[in-house]
């Protein structure tokens, strides 16, 4: 399982209309990140900061973004999220969210205290 974090910025006249959108997701849009073996998927907002949070299932990451990039329902739902935000510099080619290094991880499983 693979973790992935990112940003975008909200753009504050559309914060309305992106709210609105994600109250009810389309279900044809959660059904390809399903298939893409996206599991707990999150979007935070803090002021006008996005901060999305998932989990990748699958054996093949990029292979399986690419079926979302083609996937009708998915650029249509496009077409109505991505005029409301603002990418970061370095977002990836034509992209708004910019991917966050994992710094740390509290895992399952404790540690013996080597002092102990």
């Known amino acids: 399982m693979q973790r992935i974090a990112q940003v975008a910025r909200l ?4 914060r309305e209309e ?3 959108l994600h109250r009810e ?3 044809d ?13 999150s979007i935070f907002l803090h002021e006008d900061m996005l ?8 054996e093949d ?3 399986d973004l690419e079926t979302i990039k083609a996937d009708p329902e998915s650029q249509r739902w496009w077409t109505f999220t991505d005029p ?5 510099p370095d977002a990836a080619d034509g992209g ?3 991917d966050l290094p994992e710094i740390w991880h509290l895992s399952d499983e404790v540690k013996e205290d080597p002092d102990a």
């Open 29 to 41: 849009v959660e059904a390809a990140l399903r298939a893409a073996h996206i599991r707990n998927y």
């Open 61 to 63: 990451f990029t292979a």
């Open 96 to 98: 708004r969210w910019s």
């Open 25 to 27: 997701v389309w279900p």
């Open 11 to 14: 753009r504050p006249e559309l």
């Open 51 to 58: 901060f999305a949070y998932y989990e990748y299932h699958g």
């Open 18 to 20: 992106y709210l609105a």
């Open 84 to 88: 409301c935000q603002i990418p970061w």
